[in-house]
């Protein structure tokens, strides 16, 4: 099982991009699922979660501008991300929570990459 994001790149202040993120192989389950991001020298921040039956969260930074969602049937997860700002400028990684055989006694954890966000002013 991995986590594939794909979807960062260089935008202008105030437009958009849309991260998507892709869990490969066929686990018995995928349960949370979240966005975190990070900037060189800082803790990686937890920005959007979403749960298996689609109840999402958000950080008050990116609450109104951003919204997570999931495709439970296709193991994907996107982020859209609007009126981005140059603050949003950071690496973007996934995280899921994964059981990925029957005969495991837990789930595990599993990071995504990692894909760059760079926001001009």
């Known amino acids: 099982v991995q986590l594939q994001a794909s979807g960062g790149g260089l935008v202008q202040a105030g437009g958009s991009l849309r991260l998507s993120c892709v869990v490969s192989?066929?686990?018995?389950?995928?349960?949370?699922m979240a966005w975190y991001r990070q900037v060189p020298g800082k803790q990686r921040e937890l920005i959007a979660g979403?749960?298996?039956?689609?109840?999402?969260n958000y950080a008050e930074s990116v609450k109104g501008r951003f919204t997570v969602s999931r495709d439970n049937p296709k193991n994907t997860m996107s982020l859209q991300m609007n009126n981005l700002e140059p603050e949003d400028t950071a690496v973007y990684y996934c995280?899921?929570?994964?059981?990925?055989?029957?005969?495991?006694?837990?789930?595990?954890?599993?990071w995504g990459q990692g894909t760059q966000v760079t926001v001009s002013s």
């Open positions: 192989g066929s686990p018995v389950s995928v349960n949370g």
């Open positions: 995280w899921a929570n994964i059981w990925v055989k029957p005969e495991d006694a837990h789930s595990e954890d599993y």
């Open positions: 979403i749960t298996r039956y689609q109840i999402a």
